[in-house]
């Protein structure tokens, strides 16, 4: 079985109380930790690499990225996808070939420029969009469509279910409604199909109680990442 068959395989036939966890490693170092720790597959964050390259997230320059992927992917022995924002303006053709050269078995695809309402692309032209991904791709990745309503200020979960729909229907393997409240997962869950990515912080919900809820994988964005920097923060301290 191949990398990305073990990780599509990994999505499928998963009970409630028990999604897939995903750490988000920000370089080779962290990624050997996840592994070390049993976790049979790793999905990089796009803020938590860009803090370790030293950018604000969504500053990074493609060919970095593409580099910190291929360095983790290296660093590990289990499938790793990437957070590859909104595809830095590469033609599906050559972000297909740019991740899988990474050595990356699929992706973070996201629908807005930023974080306001009006940022948000156009659902049925994103659409579009991901699926000349999932043409030039084929099986060869696996491709996660993040879905922005809620981060951008729209409540409505009614519209993160349409666009969900319209995402499966180009080629989505998964769609993650990012930032979705905890209380209207069970109607996410009800209303799309496929997996469903949450994402989860340390101090919120278990995973198990998000997948009790409706979660297929559980992501943390760059928050270990965080939790990372300031236990080092405490360490120093202690130096001097």
């Not at 036939?13 to 999604?19: E, S």
């Not at 974080?115 to 579009?128: G, M, N, Q, T, V």
């Not at 009614?158 to 319209?166: H, P, T, V, Y």
């Not at 340390?202 to 109680?209: S, V």
Request: aromatic fraction near 6%.
């Amino acid at each position: 079985m191949s990398k990305v068959e073990a990780f599509r395989a990994l999505h499928q036939h998963r009970v409630p109380g028990d999604p897939l966890v995903l750490p988000g490693p920000w370089d080779a170092a962290s990624a050997r930790v996840f592994v070390g720790a049993g976790f049979p597959a790793l999905a990089t964050p796009s803020a938590g690499v860009a803090a370790s390259l030293g950018y604000a997230d969504g500053a990074t320059p493609a060919d970095e990225v593409f580099a910190a992927v291929a360095r983790i992917v290296r660093a590990v022995d289990v499938p790793v996808s990437a957070d590859v924002e909104d595809g830095y303006g590469l033609a599906p053709a050559e972000l297909v070939e740019r991740l899988l050269a990474a050595g990356a078995v699929g992706c973070n695809l996201e629908d807005s420029h930023g974080s306001h309402e009006e940022e948000l692309k156009d659902p049925a032209r994103h659409a579009d969009w991901l699926a000349e991904v999932r043409a030039a791709a084929g099986d060869r990745l696996f491709l996660n469509a993040r879905i922005d309503t809620f981060a951008c200020g729209v409540t409505d979960p009614e519209r993160a279910i349409e666009r969900a729909a319209l995402y499966v229907a180009a080629g989505a393997d998964c769609v993650y409604p990012i930032g979705a409240p905890v209380d209207v997962l069970p109607l996410l869950r009800a209303g799309i199909e496929g997996p469903v990515n949450v994402f989860a912080t340390l101090d919120g919900p278990r995973a198990a109680e998000l997948g009790e809820l409706g979660a297929t994988r559980i992501t943390y964005g760059p928050g270990l990442q965080r939790a990372a920097t300031a236990a080092l923060r405490e360490i120093t301290a202690r130096l001097r």
